[in-house]
């Protein structure tokens, strides 16, 4: 059977051999659940050999009010008894069509245009003999005469089947009125009447008598009453058009998403089925075909562009704000449809679509497609119709964030295996975003949430918050950079783009948390100082009870060179290898003996850790500014790796006067390796002199920030400072050791630290 195009200007009939109804069929329902009568509200009864209902009465009214012999139904029938007084035709005919029949007493045995199974379950002897010559008969198609089936499988034969000249499917595209958007159309030949969305499973919601849809898949489907087939729609439009009769039906109730954008719907939403994609799809027989396999095939490639759910605000009652963060608002609030609590994340001033709203749909429909449970559930997405900024609706972790789980429960979480059972639920959900190319880029443990009604164990930990996340391979331009500073990787704050392994040293820092129940810097203000220190390779202290192999891959997390930080995938096989294969168990065994002893000695734990620094600022905000000083100074060093190696080796002591001064600092200047920084030292060249400079050097000789070496011979500096005034500036701070003289005359190094270009 060749798929047909129905865009084409040809005429096409999807059932060729059967005439358009010229009244509405009625005895039969739009919904398979339904068992009274839509129309007359008279209990329906069942179809002989098939799980199919119909109502009698409005069966005997259709009967009545037909009096042509075309053929309008494809329906196996049966009249109870040829000797009925009632009998509005000859006794000794067998009918031909439903409107040949004693409206009286006939029954239907199976209706063809609609999907079934004929099943000889609970018939009685007469019965069993009808229901053989049905099933014998079921090997030619019953309009055209043509063989289907020569097999014996039961299974096979008892399955319905449609003749493939006789019943034609087809697709094509309709341009949607609403927003201007091309949307895919599937024809059925049949009456499709579950109740059920096919790709999501959720109920579908009833419109009509004869239309449906699904909410979360903004799928369509319409139903002719006059010709028995159904459109199935992919997209939001105001109309359908039955291929067969030409009639034309409006589309009830699609108000439901009046307040979404034609932005969102254009990038969010349509996701179209392509006609070759469902062309290959469609694997139907020569001879016949199974709506059912057909209807698979469809499903199954639909099911695989996972859409987001438009949720109408009015559904949301009792919201209470929570927190909030640096694009939005958290609140609480109840779905009264649902009667669940849930979690409102506003995105504040997205009335013109928010890009951070944007990424997070996004993020979100790329990872739900292999969606194995560690990222938080997202029911879908709404807008406030007042201050009309958009909100994705979330399920509600009652248990909290990471931090808040550590506070209340630290003493109980073991080395043995729960860290790492922890952690290793942490990996899957950000190997899930990594494996569909993104990256988290405000990942840390306020954005780790319990999920205490899993039915998962004990419950699950879950990853949230993808509203800063970005594709990988995404090279647009974004001069803002939101984030918490203790978990940011060091190369952001150089001007670098965010990778995954960006993630990967936040990760590192999660691990950290989880040996102290602190947050890492928790006790300095998060400002550019820290941002040196962190530049300058300070990490977080390793507490004593911290096993070797854990306090490895949490510095290989750490390393200052992304390249060499672990893939998601080796952290999570790391932690697998730990939890449920028991390796390094002996090592994991002594850290539990000893975090206890840390315990009760009050050396580590939430409760006796200093008090935090109030600015110690853990909510994800703007560091644009920060970081854009922090990186304009490393903008002009080379990444000369070898130099200090180099510098090291050279143990001439260089004569300055205030020529090669300037000579030197410049070259020194330009030479450095980028990865040290250190703290400022301001100095009045004007007023340098061999005695101001000893006594400078003499204050900081004791620095702890380590860096390269310089011999200055400060005996030779004249008076004659001025030349070089302008070559200190205040742009970056590095170590020199200097040697100078003490009282005694010897000769002493100590380190002085300064500006230079």
Request: some cysteine.
């Amino acid at each position: 059977m060749e798929l047909v195009n129905v865009n084409d200007e040809n005429f096409f009939d999807p059932t060729p051999r059967l005439k358009s109804s010229p009244i509405p069929i009625k005895f039969i329902s739009f919904n398979i659940g339904d068992r009274n009568c839509i129309c007359c509200g008279e209990k329906y009864i069942k179809a002989l050999f098939c799980y199919q209902y119909y109502c009698k009465k409005c069966l005997s009214s259709y009967i009545n009010n037909i009096t042509d012999n075309n053929i309008y139904l494809d329906v196996y029938i049966y009249t109870m008894d040829l000797e009925c007084s009632e009998h509005e035709i000859n006794r000794t005919k067998i009918p031909q069509n439903i409107q040949e029949c004693c409206r009286n007493c006939v029954i239907i045995l199976c209706f063809k245009q609609i999907d079934g199974y004929i099943s000889d379950y609970g018939l009685n002897k007469n019965n069993l003999t009808i229901y053989n010559k049905v099933i014998e008969s079921e090997k030619y198609c019953k309009l055209c005469g043509k063989l289907l089936y020569q097999g014996t499988d039961k299974k096979t034969m008892m399955q319905s089947k449609l003749c493939s000249d006789c019943y034609l499917i087809s697709s094509g595209f309709v341009e949607s009125p609403l927003f201007k958007k091309r949307i895919s159309i599937i024809y059925l030949p049949w009456w499709y009447n579950s109740s059920f969305c096919n790709v999501c499973r959720t109920k579908l919601k009833f419109t009509s008598d004869c239309q449906k849809y699904c909410v979360d898949c903004y799928i369509f489907y319409i139903g002719c009453r006059y010709c028995l087939t159904t459109n199935i729609i992919f997209g939001l439009t105001d109309q359908s058009q039955c291929r067969k009769c030409k009639r034309i039906s409006p589309i009830i109730d699609s108000s439901e998403y009046s307040g979404l954008d034609d932005f969102l719907l254009n990038n969010i939403i349509y996701d179209n089925l392509e006609e070759v994609e469902f062309a290959d799809s469609v694997k139907i027989n020569d001879k016949y075909f199974e709506p059912q396999n057909i209807l698979n095939s469809i499903f199954k490639l639909k099911s695989s562009i996972r859409t987001i759910r438009w949720i109408p605000f009015p559904q949301f009652t009792d919201i209470k704000e929570i927190t909030k963060g640096g694009y939005g608002i958290i609140y609480k609030a109840t779905w009264s449809s649902k009667n669940e609590t849930v979690i409102l994340k506003r995105f504040e001033n997205s009335k013109n679509i928010s890009k951070y709203f944007l990424n997070e749909l996004k993020a979100l429909l790329h990872c739900i497609k292999n969606y194995n449970g560690h990222l938080i559930k997202t029911y879908g997405f709404t807008k406030d119709p007042e201050l009309e900024d958009y909100i994705i609706v979330m399920k509600y972790a009652s248990e909290g964030d990471l931090h808040r789980y550590l506070q209340k429960n630290f003493t109980k979480i073991t080395w043995n295996k729960q860290k790492s059972h922890i952690l290793w639920q942490i990996s899957m959900g950000l190997e899930t975003i990594h494996n569909e190319s993104f990256m988290h880029r405000d990942f840390h443990s306020g954005n780790i949430l319990f999920d205490s009604d899993d039915t998962y164990k004990n419950g699950k930990w879950k990853t949230g918050d993808l509203g800063l996340s970005q594709a990988v391979n995404n090279k647009s331009s974004n001069d803002e950079v939101y984030g918490v500073i203790p978990y940011i990787a060091p190369e952001i704050f150089k001007g670098s783009e965010f990778t995954k392994e960006a993630d990967i040293y936040s990760l590192g820092m999660i691990m950290w948390e989880l040996t102290t129940g602190r947050k890492p810097f928790d006790n300095v203000e998060h400002d550019h100082n820290l941002i040196y220190r962190i530049l300058d390779g300070e990490r977080p202290e390793i507490t004593e009870d911290t096993p070797e192999c854990y306090a490895n891959l949490m510095k290989s997390c750490w390393d200052p060179d992304p390249k060499k930080r672990p893939s998601i995938k080796e952290i999570r096989l790391a932690f697998g290898d730990w939890v449920f294969r028991g390796k390094n168990k002996a090592e994991f065994d002594q850290a539990e003996t000893k975090r206890m002893e840390l315990i009760k000695s009050k050396k580590i734990g939430p409760e006796f850790a200093e008090k935090p620094h109030p600015r110690a600022i853990y909510t994800s905000r703007p560091l644009s500014a920060l970081i854009s000083k922090c990186s304009s100074i490393y903008s002009i060093i080379p990444s000369d790796s070898n130099y200090i190696s180099r510098l090291g080796n050279n143990t001439n002591t260089i004569s300055l006067s205030s020529q090669n001064l300037n000579s030197t600092i410049q070259n020194f200047s330009s030479s450095l390796d980028s990865n040290y920084i250190s703290k400022e030292l301001e100095l009045d060249i004007e007023s340098l002199s061999t005695q101001n400079l000893n006594s400078t050097i003499q204050n900081f000789s004791t620095s702890k920030y380590i860096s390269a070496e310089l011999e200055l011979d400060i005996e030779s500096l004249s008076s004659t400072n001025q030349n070089f005034q302008t070559s200190l500036v205040k742009r970056r701070i590095e170590s020199l050791n200097v040697e100078t003289h003490d009282d005694s005359g010897k000769y002493v190094k100590s380190k002085l630290k300064y500006f230079v270009i």
